[in-house]
């Protein structure tokens, strides 16, 4: 079976960092040309998507966000962790994780997903 | 970035009525077009993958179709389950991009 859950502080100050981790579990990461990408969505909105780490660690970033993000993983413990840098209201909204398969380019299991405010 | 324009923002129907969704791409996708539902409070599931393959344990009732900058998700008899909102999401190149988003509604 696989999953995947975010994990994170649920409330951040305005110029913070923004620290979130997806846990997975049933993942191959064999496939160089699979990987876990992070997706957010702020309330009622569409979503968004910001970075994908393949698991050769080749990496992808929205161009808009790029300067603030970073992404990395550790496949030894299942996880793949987002670093989001000087947090504004606007960043506000659900992050998800998503496992991205080979071949067909989508996101096929997605995590449920961590409410993220952005606060004073 | 290539930009997903999706249609209508929201439906109102029945059950058992056909309903049909359309995205258009700024730009030539080929077939790297997905379709996923949501659910409130729910991460998306991914029903269409590469234009019209259905993903695995998805009901028949959903088909996508097209190529190239059109396309369009059709569900062909709705069910109380399948009122939700539904999203496109182009994949031919990076940065990754997403439709607006369809609300399907009971009438």
């Known amino acids: 079976q696989i999953t995947l859950k975010e994990s994170g502080p649920t409330l951040v100050k305005p110029t913070e960092t923004l620290t979130l981790t997806c846990t997975f579990s049933g993942l191959s990461t064999s496939d160089s040309a699979a990987g876990v990408g992070w997706i957010r969505q702020p309330p009622g909105q569409a979503l968004e998507w910001l970075a994908l780490i393949y698991w050769d660690d080749d990496k992808r970033y929205s161009p808009s966000l790029e300067s603030r993000l970073t992404i990395t993983k550790d496949t030894s413990e299942n996880q793949v962790v987002l670093t989001m840098r000087d947090m504004d209201p606007v960043d506000t909204a659900t992050y998800y994780c998503?496992?991205?398969?080979?071949?067909?380019?989508?996101?096929?299991?997605w995590g449920q997903g961590t409410l993220v405010t952005v606060s004073s | 970035d290539i930009q997903m324009t999706q249609s209508p923002s929201s439906v109102s129907a029945s059950v058992g009525d056909r309903v049909t969704i359309t995205c258009r791409a700024s730009q030539d996708i080929g077939t790297w077009l997905a379709w996923y539902q949501q659910k409130p409070g729910k991460g998306p599931n991914l029903l269409i993958y590469?234009?019209?393959g259905l993903q695995s344990g998805v009901p028949s009732r959903f088909r996508g179709s097209g190529s190239g900058t059109d396309f369009t998700l059709t569900i062909t008899s709705l069910q109380p389950e399948d009122f939700a909102t539904y999203f496109c999401?182009?994949?031919?190149?990076?940065?990754?991009?997403f439709g607006q988003g369809t609300k399907v509604d009971i009438k």
């Open positions: 998503a496992h991205r398969r080979t071949g067909l380019r989508d996101f096929d299991y």
């Open positions: 590469t234009a019209s």
């Open positions: 999401h182009q994949s031919d190149s990076f940065p990754y991009t």
